[in-house]
């Protein structure tokens, strides 16, 4: 498809090599320091903030002679590996296309961050700079976007630019409509990515590559395939919901909620035209299916016709520029959907008039508003002393809009005309562009005239303010520029429209972008629309009256169909919650067991428990394998199985099940898995503390014996666990039976020594071979740490002060018991260090490490109270998970800067004279194991005392009978 492509090398003198993802490193790094910076800026934050926008866009500025001399079609591609083993790069791809929408995202942004910092000047400041910051991570989002050549790379940016719209719209969070606005944008553009996700890895898989570039270079590849019909769909979908075409229009206007600024960046300029960009990059590939043109020619002119109407009905001012919007990108996909080199023409020109003028009248609507506090139409008139500059400026981008010369709006025009008077769908696509640009002709002649000319009937407040430099500096700003790419078309020709138009049709050809060339066919439309669009101002009151009462619009709108399959889809999901999480844990474990039962009995009876298997095999069993020591043990675990089962008491039931894993930790350690042993030993005791404490604090009921239904369930219990024992039992026998492969063992037994320096393999498989799988492992007992202390918080924080007469939380009183957990503490906390630093080398590590912490703390918490463990504790339990975490991912970056791999551990020697002392990130790592194994033991019993005694310090007198009837009884539930 591409002709040349321009070595980066060429552009040395412009800026430096690899600029390209450096500045894209600089956008996101600004952005996430923003949200750090800008709140404590005040009200100079939007000044400051747009400095980083400011300096993109004169960075990209430096490309522009680039593209407009290069020989061809000049292209930029850079490329920095990300995931090699997957083929995935970070490829950045910058040619005519790309850079006009480069340009838009930071020149316009930079406006935006300015009038949003005056906009939000009477705001809080947290909200000021978060708002601002959403804005500057949105544009390095859109950045990613455009700048993408690798697929994968292009669609986590394209994602990333629909949460951040998410959170832009919804970001009044105390506005019900904001929030339901927000969330259907999500789920209509988040949907649609998912699906064009799908297209995306097929179209990858089909072509045997993920670049951008060499997919349309190459297109009979994917066009040829079996799965193009999907593919096509796929990429449409996505394109359709991003770009609010029909049926997903609606969300658009709804998306009005958001703050003017970004409405103004997101919703006119931006982010919708990206389903416009996609569909322009595909066009090698959608353009070889007739069916996919007459979709896209169809689909734009719905769009079109949709839209004009549902302007000629709304009455906010934001609405009615909202829904233009939607017409005009329905435009861009009908041209991208007509062939030729006209087509390329108008789509290059049309989007940047297109930006300039949309952008500025949602400026000067948003001046409007905030000044006056009104949105609808009717209740505006007679601004124009108040607000002179923003009504100079709305009527420059309102001309524009229209199409009169000599602005760049008009050109535009003339070129979408030319192209679609140039296409095989003439008469249809002119007949509809002339309708609906009539429409949007007296839309820009109602926003011209009405709020600053007109007579307000219905508003009388006071206007808040007039104009501030902040506010007024954006819409000025692109409306004087729309006049001057008009008047001065030769410089959108050469250094603009033209590489992007040329970059769009693949090959370099002449682009004349002028605003006169004679008395044209496309001179005779322009002049009709704007007669028509005229008379549509004139009559617009009685037309937008006649258009309201057109009720059957609001009942069969795509919007309620959306609304009634979103309300569905919420009623299945409350009918399917009552039904299966209905709180009873037995049911949850009875359902989970039952499944996984079913598949073992399945594999066991097709005799398949491997792919490939032919039948099952049992291994052979010979006498000298039945050891005494393993009958005695196994037994244990037996009884204390059955005791578990069948006894009524709960301390009973505890005993056993402590008994059984005591025993399953004997086996490990006869077995020569001593780390498993020791991590089974202290997960029993854990369990054995923490139960207890919850036990002793559970009130008495009746003979404190465990209670059942009127339905005995115990005997389907019985069955279920006894089919589920076997199966599993069967098809454990028969994976023995299977050949055992050491050439994995053989590797770690070989390699642990000489590559991690570490006898202990167990251990240095886990933080060193496999540290990554640790990090999340524990990453995972973070949060679920966190989720239970939020959790177990139940909304009602403890009390801080004890009640008058009530002891303290202590689960088990008794001086002997104060006084020796106070001694097994401090033993606990030595032994657990000592286990922490010998692990790399012998049975320990920072996983039992932190489980011996952990039971020295929930001895202390038993014996002494919660509040007197967490003062030991000095830092709140989150926070050691926090510290934990930190320090096992510092661990890996000293790896990464050395050119390997992230986690991949140094060490160095240290030479102490007498003897050397061997030091690496290792110990780092498994620290922070160590740190977040006790963060998350602890923050799930503290909570779970803290909630069973009601407070942080203070408890019930009824403990006491509680107690009472424990010793002798058990508890009962």
Known sequence: MFSNTLDSSAIASWMPGEA??????????????????????????GPVAALLPAGLFAAFMTYVPVMAYGEGVPTILQTVQWVPSLGINFDVRLDGFSLLFALMITGIGSLVVLYAGSYFAEKPADDRGRFLSYILLFMSAMLGTVLSDNVIVMFVFWEMTSLLSFLLIGFNSTSIEARKAALQSLVITAGGGLALFGGLLIMGME?????????TSNPGVVTDSTWFGVIAALVLIGAFTKSAQFPFHFWLPNAMQAPTPASAYLHSATMVKLGIFLLARFDPILSASPTVIVIMVAVGLTTMLVAALMALRADGLKAILAYSTVASLGLLVTLIGLQGPGSSIGIAGFILAHSLYKAALFFCAGIVIHATGATRVRDLGALFGLLPLTAIAAILASLSMAGLPPFVGFIAKEYVFEAKLDSSFAAIVTFVAVLVNSVLVAIAGIFALRPFFGKATAFTEKPKHGETIGMTTGPVVLAALGVFFGLFADIPQYFIVGPAAVALQGAPFYVSFELWHGITPMLGLSALVVLIGGLLVWKWTPIHEAMLRLSFIDRFSFEKGYDAIFGGLLSLAQSTTRTIQNGQMRTYVAVTIAVVTGALVYAVLAGETFAGAAGLTLPPLTADEIRPYLLIVCTLIVL?????????????????????????????????????????????????????????????????????SKFDLRIGDALLSTVFAGALFVVLLSIAAKPFNPAVTEYYAVTSLSEAFGRNVVNVILVDFRALDTLGEIAVVAFAAIAAWAVLTGGNPPSKTPKAGVATNRAVPSLIFETTARMFFFLMLIVSVWVLFRGHNEPGGGFIGGLIASAGFAVLALALGVDFARRRLLLHPIAWMGIGLTLAILSGVPGAIINESFLTHQWINLNLGVTSLKLGTTYLFDIGVYLTVIGGVLAFLIRVQQQNSGGDDATTAADDVTNSNISTQGASV
């Open 20 to 45: 390209i993802p450096s500045l894209l490193v600089i956008a996101f790094l600004g952005a996430a320091l923003s949200f750090l910076v800008l709140p404590r800026l005040g009200k100079s934050a």
């Open 640 to 708: 204390g199985g059955i005791v578990a089962a069948v006894s009524r008491s709960m301390v009973v039931s505890l005993v056993g099940v402590g008994l059984s894993g005591y025993g399953i930790a004997l086996v490990f350690l006869k077995n020569g898995a001593p780390d498993l042993a020791l991590t089974q030993f202290l997960v029993e005791t854990l369990l054995v503390v923490i139960v207890s404490a919850v036990l002793v604090k559970m009130p008495a009921i009746a003979d404190g014996l465990r209670s059942y």
């Open 207 to 215: 072509a045997g590559t993920f670049s951008l570039l060499e997919i």
